[in-house]
């Protein structure tokens, strides 16, 4: 049987589902602001990881909002701060999520959500979407103590999941956690949700590309 690792924040969970709070705050600067501040979170995961310092997922999306800030010249306030990271565990799902999980759900893959995210933080998460109870389990590296692509954290996933690797997948959109996970002998299918994404040229290839989680079903079974 087939274990499909779902990768959380970016894959399933859209990341920028605070853009339209973002514009009545800033304005013309929230795009750019929510890209900074996706881009600083994974950042600051790397180098916690690598400096082996670790603190939680959500302490590096604190200290990346005010880091945007800083970069942006915005204000917040500690309670608008304070407001935006607890909406941040209620990002909305991509409109292809859940239609996707059922139809794999029904075709008997083993689902897991597998994710940066802490246990917590995950389960409010994944609940709000209205996703959490489609997965079979939820894989944190918490446990682990560090981040993707830390090879610790995706052999974490296959005990957890008790899979051996060549049965196992990992589904994300970021090419960084799709490398680190083929790098560990997993499977790994690259959610390329934009036609501007492209994938770093390491030499390694997905081992299955789709523009979204609608076309994962019908791959996937043919692989």
Same mark, same amino acid.
């Given at each position: ?107 008997? !893959?083993?689902?897991? &959500?597998? $994710?940066?995210? =802490?246990?917590?933080? %995950? ?7 209205? /996703? ?24 974490? !996933?296959?005990?957890? &999941?008790? $899979?051996?690797? =060549?049965?196992?997948? %990992? ?7 799709? /490398? ?44």
């Amino acid at each position: 049987m087939i274990t499909l690792a779902f990768d959380v924040y970016g894959t399933l969970i859209d990341t920028h589902g605070l853009l339209a709070e973002l514009e009545e705050q800033i304005s013309e600067k929230a795009p750019a602001f929510s890209q900074t501040w996706r881009e600083k979170q994974l950042e600051y995961s790397f180098r916690k990881g690598l400096m082996r310092k670790y603190e939680p997922f959500s302490v590096c999306t604190r200290q990346a909002l005010d880091m945007s800030c800083a970069i942006y010249g915005v204000t917040l306030s500690p309670e608008r701060k304070a407001d935006l990271l607890r909406r941040y565990r209620s990002l909305p799902a991509f409109a292809d999520v859940q239609d996707c999980l059922l139809r794999l759900k029904a075709a008997n !893959f083993r689902l897991f &959500a597998f $994710s940066n995210g =802490e246990p917590s933080a %995950l389960e409010e998460l994944l609940t709000n979407a209205g /996703i959490h109870d489609l997965f079979q389990g939820v894989v944190s590296v918490d446990e682990v103590q560090s981040f993707k692509p830390n090879p610790d954290v995706y052999r974490y !996933f296959l005990d957890q &999941a008790n $899979s051996a690797p =060549e049965n196992a997948w %990992l589904i994300s959109s970021n090419p960084f956690d799709v /490398i680190g996970a083929i790098s560990a002998g997993m499977n790994a299918a690259w959610v390329r949700r934009s036609p501007a994404a492209v994938f770093d040229p390491w030499g390694m290839e997905p081992t299955l590309t789709v523009g979204g989680l609608g076309d994962l079903y019908s791959k996937i079974a043919r692989v």
